[in-house]
């Protein structure tokens, strides 16, 4: 059974730095898309980006490119979505996700449990 | 970018009556080589990721109950409830997964009459 767990919730200062994690189980992790989606308060899901842990290939949304970083430790299988200076436009929850397919084509078949990531001064 | 719009915005409907959600992107989303649409449906239930219930446009996912169909290819896509239960009150999402970054539809949001 694919299982990911995402990193717990985060409060945190404007300008400050931010890593929260996804721990993918239950699968060949090197073989699927990981992506990340993000659900403002009381909004609808936007897709951020996914990233391939076989090779590390990322495609982002331009919306957030720039502003975000998607990465992946192979190790420990997990997966990460990074800021270097949140903002306070930056709260939301930040879903996990997996794709169904091994290919760049799939929708997001597994989802973790979100995390969610307040910037407040 | 592919735009995805649906309508309606939300829609109370009476138990056991038919919900219909319609779906639109701005450009097809069909694999003509393949015959498919690239369009999956999700339920979100408050507190709850998104669950798919239906990829491919009309594929449905297992165990998702029967009453929940797609239908639709090239830019207009249907998710049909056939009857209504109280468990289905959620959020459904429409996504094209043919092109990056692969938009999300802004939500209908389905209550009881």
Redo the contacts between chains.
Sequence with gaps: EVQLVQSGAEMKKPGESLKISCQVSGDTFTKYWI?W?RQMPGK????M??IYPGDSDT?????FQGRVTLSVDKSSKTAYLQWNSLRASDTALY?C?RH?GSG??????F????TLVTVSS | DIVMTQSPDSLAVSLGERATINCKSSQSVLDSSKRESYLTWYQQKPGQPPKVLIYWASIRESGVPDRFSGSGSGTDFTLTISSLQAEDVAVYYCQQYYDTPFTFGPGTKVNIK
């Design positions: 992506g989606v609808g899901l936007e897709w980006g996914i495609r982002y949304n331009p919306s879903y996700a169904r760049v084509q799939w929708d997001f078949g989802w973790g449990q979100g």
